[in-house]
């Protein structure tokens, strides 16, 4: 779905890396079906040594990319809209900025034909970064940040990024890892208030799986290269070697840039209290009772707490956990009676499928304005 997606690209003055991860063994049938669903479009097919961890791919995908003034990256289970590139490149010429970001939405798994909706008019607004490192610290994680999965940015950031860290990708979420080291070192973006990037695979996702405590082989791939690979970057917190709270996951990836800059930056000081509390309405998610997973979660929250002088959780949030353990429990528990399974299983599709939904994304972007404010107006500036 993704390179078919890339096919479908109405935006010509683009370039197309595919970098395979994948085993040897599938090389000669990833090979063939790229040369066949890129034919016709300007493309390259590359393939590190052997098999790399994400953010080691991702340096070595974003090396092996021809020169080019904007550049970003869509993974095997996300797909850009026909008009997607049309529409940034709009958004970049009027607002005057270096870099863009997108929202995303969501392909329903079983039919993958469904549709995110699409405001009446495609909107943008610039965004000051410190402002969204102010909000990181809080605990805020703001999606309207750029993670590279979601944006496209120029070739002066990617410069400053390497020139204050050595490398553009590091870290176990190299996501996350980018969006702090692009928000250390560029002032502003423009940010596009629509929907143009499908994740069309959300039930084969390793975030999805971990934060959930959702098993899928993907998911436990992923934490035993991590565990074997990259201890050294697990070792970082807030919270030490702890994997599935979220907000855990992604300030991680701050603590990990403040230690690989050479230089001074703006990173910021987490806040404790509000990261506490977050922990805490996070591991909702997943919370039940008899579940050792859950008891460890908990008692790695309390141990921060008292780590940090930080007091108890309020009575609300100590009410809303206990609810939502009783229903993830009897969740689990009707499932297991009904001989269903929890774990998060891969998409399938037949081709009509697939199709059907090309069709219907085609016309999205082309019907629908883009609005940019003025190019010396700011996030939350009027005119």
């Known amino acids: 779905?993704?390179?078919?997606?890339?096919?479908?690209?109405?935006?010509?003055?683009?370039?197309?890396?595919?970098?395979?991860?994948?085993?040897?063994?599938?090389?000669?049938?990833?090979?063939?079906?790229?040369?066949?669903?890129?034919?016709?479009?300007?493309?390259?097919?590359?393939?590190?040594?052997?098999?790399?961890?994400?953010?080691?791919?991702?340096?070595?995908?974003?090396?092996?990319?021809?020169?080019?003034?904007?550049?970003?990256?869509?993974?095997?289970?996300?797909?850009?809209?026909?008009?997607?590139?049309?529409?940034?490149?709009?958004?970049?010429?009027?607002?005057?900025?270096?870099?863009?970001?997108?929202?995303?939405?969501?392909?329903?798994?079983?039919?993958?034909?469904?549709?995110?909706?699409?405001?009446?008019?495609?909107?943008?607004?610039?965004?000051?970064?410190?402002?969204?490192?102010?909000?990181?610290?809080?605990?805020?994680?703001?999606?309207?940040?750029?993670?590279?999965?979601?944006?496209?940015?120029?070739?002066?950031?990617?410069?400053?990024?390497?020139?204050?860290?050595?490398?553009?990708?590091?870290?176990?979420?190299?996501?996350?890892?980018?969006?702090?080291?692009?928000?250390?070192?560029?002032?502003?973006?423009?940010?596009?208030?629509?929907p143009i990037l499908i994740d069309h695979s959300p039930s084969v996702s390793n975030g999805m799986a971990m934060t959930r405590n959702i098993g899928n082989a993907a998911a436990k791939d992923f934490l035993h290269r991590a565990a074997s690979e990259q201890s050294s970057e697990l070792a970082f917190g807030p919270i030490p070697f702890e994997t599935t709270l979220l907000p855990n996951v992604i300030l991680r990836e701050l603590e990990i840039a403040k230690s690989r800059a050479n230089e001074a930056t703006r990173l910021p000081v987490i806040d404790t209290g509000a990261f506490h509390v977050a922990c805490a309405k996070a591991m909702r998610r997943s919370v039940r009772f008899f579940d050792p997973h859950s008891q460890r979660l908990a008692a790695l929250i309390e141990e921060y707490r008292v780590a940090h002088g930080l007091p108890h959780l309020s009575a609300r949030v100590r009410r809303t956990t206990f609810l939502r353990a009783v229903k993830n429990t009897v969740s689990r528990w009707v499932k297991m009676l009904l001989g269903t399974s929890s774990d998060l299983a891969g998409v399938l599709r037949d081709e009509k499928g697939d199709l059907e939904l090309l069709t219907n994304l085609r016309n999205i972007g082309h019907t629908h304005a883009v609005s940019v404010p003025d190019r010396r107006l700011r996030d939350g500036e009027t005119q």
């Open 1 to 194: 779905m993704t390179l078919m997606g890339l096919a479908e690209l109405d935006y010509l003055d683009v370039s197309l890396v595919v970098s395979d991860n994948s085993d040897a063994g599938v090389l000669d049938e990833n090979s063939r079906m790229i040369e066949e669903t890129l034919k016709g479009r300007r493309h390259i097919h590359v393939r590190p040594g052997r098999v790399l961890p994400m953010a080691d791919h991702w340096n070595f995908a974003l090396d092996a990319t021809p020169d080019a003034d904007f550049f970003g990256i869509v993974t095997d289970r996300m797909m850009l809209m026909p008009a997607a590139l049309s529409i940034c490149d709009e958004v970049l010429s009027k607002s005057d900025q270096e870099a863009v970001c997108f929202k995303n939405g969501v392909v329903c798994s079983k039919t993958g034909t469904a549709l995110p909706d699409m405001p009446s008019g495609i909107s943008a607004r610039v965004v000051e970064s410190d402002a969204v490192l102010d909000d990181f610290a809080k605990t805020i994680l703001r999606k309207d940040s750029p993670r590279f999965l979601n944006s496209f940015v120029s070739r002066s950031c990617i410069s400053r990024i390497k020139q204050r860290y050595g490398t553009v990708f590091a870290g176990i979420s190299p996501d996350y890892a980018f969006a702090f080291r692009f928000l250390d070192t560029t002032d502003r973006y423009a940010s596009i208030d629509a």
